[in-house]
């Protein structure tokens, strides 16, 4: 009996234990892995000079992945695109390869930057900014250079801008960054806006950047932004160079124009249209009709026409801009012809400080204010002026505008007549104005050292909403009626004096104007006034 006894307590205690175990759950793992990877020694060994391999292994630590490596390496000087393999890539390693395929230059130093693209393979840990550097010949060099990246209109610069230098030569002229690589390079990568390059070599550089869309260290002005220093740097050097982005307007070129309706065809365009003229060189009659207006979206003039002789399959014109010249012959399909259609700028809400246009698609040649009437929700007749806007081919219709109001703009037929001889229907459109306090106001003062200057109100995706030119000192600038929102302030100084922003030109040697930004992000309330004065601009 006590050995059962004894036996049955053993039991109890045996289960009794193994429950307790129970209880304890199951392993946590422990705490997340946050050490990076580390380099362990690598064949040829760092910084190695009279480098003659075709092959470089890298030992790391701990089992490492290859990460966003095509935008993250930088290669200085450049090997070119396929004159080097980095495997493995995908899968998992405790080294990567370099196999160089590519011959390198005599007597350089070269630097591989791997940026963040060498992470931990579990929890991607990545070894920042780890450089493997050699020289082809007997030291390596070992001179600095640094600066800042800005933008020349947004308020902060893009990622991955590519900062350049081309020595200065027998070789070098003010084309090579069009058609050859850099002697140096580095990137600002995806969180910087200040550069180094490093590993130099004492000699006197042009210092180039480039927001590099093609990644292919040459510059492509219908893609790239470009930035530069105006003067030869010269390695050694103590000073920091501060380079401004921009984007050029291309050249002038126009492009294969298309029929796009019956009677009319679209001539696009690259740079500035200003100036540039379509003629139509094919035997046309004499009572041939063309008219020209802009695309609303596209860089593109659209070429209306009527009156040609019966059967024509072609037709032939020539597109030229001051020396530029260049025939295109333009075959024709029975195709729709557009209808006129109005479109109006608001529909419901318009702003008390704005005012009604109603765009045409097809030209408009004749109106008729007339056949146009406006009146107030008290069915009073509102007075209002109208102007042909030629510059999107619209009907601009100013009338004044007051709080609480519900406006009815009524087009009789033939209000407005197009260029092929239709004439609108019978429209009405309703407008209503909000409150005045539903809109909040701001007042700035700015003491500007030259003049003139143009004061904008931006939104956050940099769209100006208000703006007002100045020619000469003035106490304060009012802007009402700004709907609630985030805004920034920026002032252009406008030094050529032609009402806007002129970007650069890099062959030219000419800066973009300069922009400058208040840089306090603010908030417009509804029933606001937001009274500030502009310092400390960047």
Not at 138 to 167: C, H, Q, W
Not at 243 to 261: N, Y
Not at 268 to 287: C, F, L, Q
Not at 312 to 324: A, E, H, I, P, W
Request: hydrophobic fraction near 30%; charged fraction near 25%.
């Amino acid at each position: 009996m006590r050995q059962r006894f004894i036996y049955f307590s053993l039991v109890f205690f045996l289960i009794l234990s193994l429950m307790n175990c129970a209880k304890r759950g199951f392993p946590t793992g422990g705490d997340p892995d946050k050490t990076p990877p580390k380099m362990v020694k690598s064949q040829p060994e760092e910084f190695s000079t009279n480098f003659n391999e075709k092959r470089i292994r890298i030992y790391f630590d701990e089992y490492i992945k290859v990460k966003d490596i095509q935008k993250q390496l930088i290669i200085s000087p450049p090997i070119k695109d396929g004159g080097y393999i980095i495997y493995p890539q995908g899968s998992a390693s405790k080294y990567i390869d370099i196999q160089i395929i590519d011959s390198l230059q005599p007597n350089t130093t070269y630097s591989f930057n791997f940026g963040q693209s060498i992470v931990d393979n579990n929890e991607n840990n990545p070894y920042d900014y780890f450089k493997y550097v050699f020289s082809t010949g007997p030291y390596i060099d070992s001179l600095e250079v640094s600066g800042t990246i800005e933008d020349a209109l947004n308020r902060k610069p893009e990622d991955f801008v590519s900062v350049m230098l081309y020595a200065i030569d027998s070789t070098y002229n003010d084309s090579t960054v069009y058609k050859k690589t850099p002697t140096y390079i580095t990137n600002t990568l995806d969180s910087l806006t200040e550069f180094k390059l490093s590993n130099l070599r004492a000699g006197t550089y042009k210092m180039i950047a480039l927001k590099d869309v093609s990644n292919n260290y040459v510059f492509n002005p219908s893609r790239d932004k470009i930035g530069y220093v105006e003067q030869e740097v010269t390695i050694p050097t103590d000073s920091s160079y501060t380079i401004t982005l921009f984007k050029e307007i291309p050249a002038f070129k126009a492009t294969r124009p298309a029929q796009i309706s019956k009677k009319m065809i679209a001539f696009g365009y690259e740079g500035e249209v200003d100036s540039m003229n379509i003629t139509v060189t094919s035997d046309v009659p004499k009572d041939f009709r063309y008219a020209i207006t802009r695309d609303p979206e596209k860089d593109t003039l659209r070429y209306w026409f009527d009156n040609i002789k019966p059967k024509t399959d072609s037709l032939v014109f020539t597109v030229s801009k001051g020396n530029y010249s260049k025939d295109f012959t333009v075959k024709l399909k029975d195709i729709e012809r557009d209808s006129m259609t109005l479109t109006p700028n608001y529909r419901g809400t318009i702003p008390p400080n704005k005012n009604f246009k109603v765009i045409c698609n097809t030209p408009i040649v004749d109106f008729d204010e007339r056949q146009i009437s406006i009146q107030n929700k008290d069915s009073v007749a509102v007075t209002f002026k109208t102007t042909y806007n030629k510059i999107d081919n619209s009907l601009d219709i100013a009338f004044e505008k007051k709080e609480s109001q519900r406006y009815t703009v009524k087009m009789l037929p033939k209000a407005m007549t197009d260029f092929y001889g239709e004439v609108n229907d019978t429209l009405n459109y309703t407008l209503t104005t909000k409150e005045y306090k539903e809109y909040g106001n701001i007042e700035l003062s700015y003491n500007s050292s030259s003049y003139p200057i143009i004061i904008q109100i931006v939104n956050e995706k940099l769209e100006v909403i208000a703006e007002e030119y100045v020619t000469e000192p003035k106490p304060s600038y009012t802007f009402p009626y700004i709907d609630p929102q985030f805004v920034y302030f920026r002032v252009i100084f406008d030094s050529n004096k032609n009402g806007k922003w002129d970007t650069g030109n890099y062959l030219k040697n000419i800066q973009p104007e300069t922009v400058k930004y208040f840089p306090k992000r603010v908030e417009i309330r509804a029933n606001w006034d937001v009274i500030e004065t502009l310092t400390n601009l960047k």
